[in-house]
């Protein structure tokens, strides 16, 4: 199946600091999300972005599927960041459903 | 619109006892899927329904199962919980499988 890995695993950063995360998938698909989990433990929408690049506000993605990874950009980043980032890949042939990454674990300090 | 609800939020139960969790997606979307997250495995998925049928199922033993409702709604059950049931259970719905998904809140089961 899909080997989905997303790196770093931990990151520290200081309020304002900009990071890039990053999700590599070991075969084609046809859908890729991007996830914040918050402390509570749901899942929040951040991008669907299958390919090409999407910005939202201070957060930007990228995914270059041909090349088989996706980006996350998080510029002048704020505490409530703080959380664990998900990349999800799925793909249409097959046994269709999402694979999951292990996640980054953002930590923001004020 | 309103997002996806899951019930309960919390649960605590003993080994051997069963357990339904429940899922109502957005309206309008058709297709539920389910995953566990547990510290050591990550998330996971559990299976997927759409129109009342099951369209795909993850690694899981037979004590997992799940139903869809006509109105979409979705249930899941783990029969005999072990130990290692504990986890956090979470929904996702989507128009269809190949659309974006949304989560749910998501049901923290505790088997002692």
């Known amino acids: 199946g899909i080997q989905v890995e997303q790196s770093p695993p931990d990151l520290i950063l200081q309020e304002g600091a900009n990071s890039t995360l990053r999700c590599n998938f070991s075969?084609?698909?046809?859908?890729l999300q991007w996830f914040h989990q918050n402390p509570w433990g749901q899942l929040i929408n951040l991008f669907y972005i299958p390919s090409g690049t999407k910005q939202n506000g201070r957060l930007s993605a990228t995914t270059v599927a041909t090349e088989r990874y996706s980006l996350l950009y998080i510029s002048s980043s704020q505490t409530t960041d703080s959380g664990v980032y998900f990349c999800a890949v799925a793909r249409a042939s097959g046994t269709y459903k999402y694979i999951f990454g292990t996640g980054t674990r953002l930590k923001v300090l004020a | 619109k309103a997002g996806v609800t899951q019930t309960p939020r919390y649960l605590i139960k003993t080994r051997g006892q069963q357990v339904t969790l429940s899922c109502s997606p957005i309206?309008?979307?058709?297709?539920v899927s389910w995953y566990q997250q547990t510290p050591g495995q990550g998330l996971q998925f559990l299976f997927e329904y759409f129109s009342e049928t099951q369209r795909n199922k993850g690694n899981f033993p037979g004590r997992f199962s799940g139903r869809q409702f006509s109105n979409s709604r979705s249930e899941m059950n783990v029969s005999t919980l072990e130990l290692g049931d504990s986890a956090l259970y979470l929904c996702?719905?989507?128009?269809?499988?190949?659309?974006?998904?949304?989560f749910g809140p998501g049901t923290r089961l505790t088997v002692l």
């Open positions: 309206s309008g979307h058709r297709s």
């Open positions: 075969d084609s698909v046809n859908n």
């Open positions: 996702a719905s989507s128009v269809d499988r190949a659309n974006e998904q949304f």
